[in-house]
């Protein structure tokens, strides 16, 4: 029998596996490339590009919480003209696809970000971050309007012929409204999901652990929240979803895709085992030889219910 086929499209992005490593968690990928060989993983999606270069929050900016991570980095990041010019050069030395999260206080500022990026050389799709918890002007304002979020996504589809992807806060009550908001205004995909909003406090200073004070919870201790995210935007919307939040094995992917994504980000997880994609593509290969299917797009949305 010939090996289960990986490769994946999402939109006109053709991946050569569905593991993308999350937007934060490595930096604009050329970081990491001494320990992961990008042309391992589908692709990698950068940190944060607003126009200017930004500083983000003071510190702290991390706190550990049980099977998870709370952050406010702020979107801290060079600016998008400065990824262009100094970064993307050393980015387009590796093969795998470059996903531009774009990011803005306005919706001008998204469109002008996605039409800089688009114009560059590299870049293989945009993922609009309409849902960062840890900002204190846009950010999750976009993802938690439906009005918003049909303004931006539409305008970032105006500035780029490239792959639009949103990537949706699950701070909202009900994420379908906000997947078919983005199908409507042209997303070619959806990413699912960002940060839950969490607070931790230090007990003997009675102070939060971060200097923002909130910030964004990720890692396993949100798997399941994200997977019922998945699981309900795939249905909501025709368009591929791209799943994410707490990916930490190969069964984790597979929960995700099983809901309906087509496609899976790994986040947290770079930051203790940034070697985790092979283990993970190799745990799906099985999987699927195991289940007598030849590809991961003919798992997508298989999920079996009621019990
Ligand atoms: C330190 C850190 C920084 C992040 N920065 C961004 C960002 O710049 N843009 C964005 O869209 N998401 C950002 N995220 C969210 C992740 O891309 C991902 O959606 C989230 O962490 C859930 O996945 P995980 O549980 O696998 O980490 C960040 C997450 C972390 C932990």
Redesign the pocket.
């Known amino acids: 029998m010939t090996a289960p086929s990986l490769g994946v499209e999402i939109g006109s992005l053709k991946l050569r596996n569905p593991l993308l490593a999350?937007?934060?968690?490595c930096g604009y990928g050329v970081e990491i490339a001494h320990v992961v060989d990008l042309a391992t993983l589908g692709g990698i999606?950068t940190?944060?590009l607003y126009m200017a270069a930004r500083d983000g929050c003071e510190a702290p900016r991390?706190a550990e919480t049980p099977a998870g991570?709370l952050?406010a980095?702020g979107?801290q990041g060079v600016g998008i003209r400065a990824f262009v010019d100094r970064v993307l050069p050393r980015l387009r030395e590796h093969d795998t696809a470059v996903i531009v999260?774009v990011c803005g206080e306005t919706v001008e500022e998204y469109a002008e970000v996605a039409r800089i990026a688009s114009d560059a050389p590299g870049v293989h799709a945009l993922?609009i971050?309409i849902?960062?918890p840890n900002v204190k002007t846009g950010g999750i304002a976009f993802g938690t309007d439906p009005l918003m979020t049909r303004d931006v996504v539409g305008a970032v589809r105006k500035a780029s012929a490239l792959p639009v992807i949103p990537?949706l806060s699950p701070n909202v009550t009900d994420i379908t409204v906000f997947a078919r908001a983005c199908e409507e205004a042209g997303a070619d995909a959806i990413s699912c999901?960002?940060?839950f909003l969490g607070l931790a406090i230090d007990v003997e200073t009675r102070k939060p652990r971060l200097a923002f004070g909130t910030g964004?919870l990720?890692?396993p201790a949100?798997r399941p929240l994200?997977v019922r995210m998945t699981w309900q935007a795939a249905r909501a919307v025709k368009i591929p979803i791209i799943g994410?939040?707490?990916?930490a094995s190969a069964s984790d992917a597979l929960e995700f895709f099983i809901a309906g994504a087509s496609a899976v980000?790994?986040?947290?997880?770079n930051f203790s085992r940034p070697n985790i994609y092979a283990e993970i593509e190799s745990g799906l290969v099985d999987y699927l030889t195991r289940h007598h299917i030849g590809s991961i797009r003919d798992l997508v949305g298989t999920i079996r219910y009621p019990r």
């Open positions: 999350a937007s934060g968690t999606v940190k944060g991390i991570l952050n980095i979107l999260n993922e971050n849902s960062c990537k999901v960002n940060t964004g990720s890692g949100i994200a994410i939040g707490g990916i980000q790994v986040g947290t997880m």
